[in-house]
């Protein structure tokens, strides 16, 4: 038990924790404007899919600097923005095509698919993120 409380004080496993809960807002919005958009707006469904990644994808970078990745990186802001903005893309990239693989080319139904499609990309966006402020992470001047 010592060692599993042990590990939970990591700051990656904290961060982990802390981006599951942003992650699942994310989640939310995500889920919620897809539905709406395609269920009811009746839009369809890849175009549903990048509207609502894109809603998912706002709420996610707002959140992960407010409550998960707080240091601050050593490139300016509007580039900081650029990089979660290609981050987001790709991750776009991925709902697209696994949301066209899963539900259009394989028929499962799009809300199941939508799940699956979340697991991988909420992987991709926790290492992508991590990896961006281990890469520009700010070094204080130890002079």
Do not use: P
Not at 37 to 66: E, P, W
Not at 94 to 114: D, Q
Request: aromatic share 14%.
């Amino acid at each position: 038990m010592k060692k599993i409380k042990g590990l939970l004080k990591t700051e990656l496993i904290q961060q982990m924790i802390r981006y599951a809960f942003v992650g699942g807002a994310a989640t939310v919005a995500d889920w919620g404007c897809l539905f709406i958009l395609h269920d009811m707006l009746k839009i369809q469904i890849l175009l549903a899919t990048a509207i609502a990644c894109f809603a998912g994808i706002l709420v996610n970078y707002f959140l992960s600097k407010r409550f998960v990745f707080k240091q601050e990186i050593g490139i300016k802001k509007r580039y900081e923005f650029m990089m979660h903005a290609i981050i987001g893309l790709i991750a776009l990239g991925f709902n697209i095509l696994l949301m066209y693989v899963l539900n259009i080319l394989l028929g499962i139904y799009y809300m199941i698919s939508k799940v699956i499609v979340t697991a991988v990309v909420f992987v991709w966006n926790f290492a992508a993120r991590k990896m961006l402020y281990v890469v520009f992470e700010k070094k204080e001047d130890k002079s």
